[in-house]
């Protein structure tokens, strides 16, 4: 089975959680490859026209793991622009960790989860759950390490 990490990171937060999820993955033996959607501009004011720097081919992989922020409440621009050009996921089994500033999962992180799953299960992928990590306060290490090893224990 392999396994794409496909992540969107604008300040580094969460790409330091996918990569904490890469090597849990990996320490298990699983073939896990860490990929970043990136846009040349991801200004809010216009998040219908964003543009894709890297939009990486995901064809070769049977699981992903989308790891994404919260940008007003909804799924960051970037990623929701890649994945809803990605027309086709049938066959592929996906799990979401997504990464939000605010103190409560309620905040902004447990609907962005739900707009994440709905749109990989309106492309035809088999969405096995998600986590959310809370950015904001002490403890942040513990919780990215409990959220991804959570998300590894659905693939």
């Known amino acids: 089975?392999?396994?794409?990490?496909?992540?969107?990171s604008k300040s580094g937060h969460t790409l330091q959680a996918a990569e904490v999820l890469k090597q849990k993955l990996a320490a298990r033996g699983l073939d896990v490859r860490l990929e970043r959607v990136s846009a040349y501009d991801e200004s809010p004011m216009d998040k219908g026209s964003v543009k894709l720097k890297s939009a990486p081919d995901i064809s070769g992989y049977d699981t992903l793991v989308v790891c994404a922020w919260v940008m007003g409440g909804t799924l960051c621009p970037a990623m929701?622009?890649?994945?809803?050009?990605?027309?086709?996921l049938?066959?592929?089994?996906?799990?979401?960790?997504?990464t939000h500033a605010f103190p409560f999962k309620s905040w902004g992180g447990t609907q962005t989860l739900n707009q994440t799953e709905r749109l990989l299960e309106s492309k035809g992928a088999l969405v096995k759950g998600g986590g959310i990590v809370n950015?904001?306060?002490?403890?942040?290490?513990s919780r990215i390490d409990s959220v991804a090893e959570w998300t590894a224990g659905l693939i």
């Open 135 to 141: 950015w904001m306060g002490f403890g942040r290490k």
């Open 90 to 98: 049938s066959g592929k089994t996906a799990v979401c960790m997504i």
């Open 1 to 8: 089975m392999k396994i794409g990490i496909i992540v969107n």
């Open 80 to 88: 929701n622009t890649y994945l809803s050009g990605n027309n086709n």
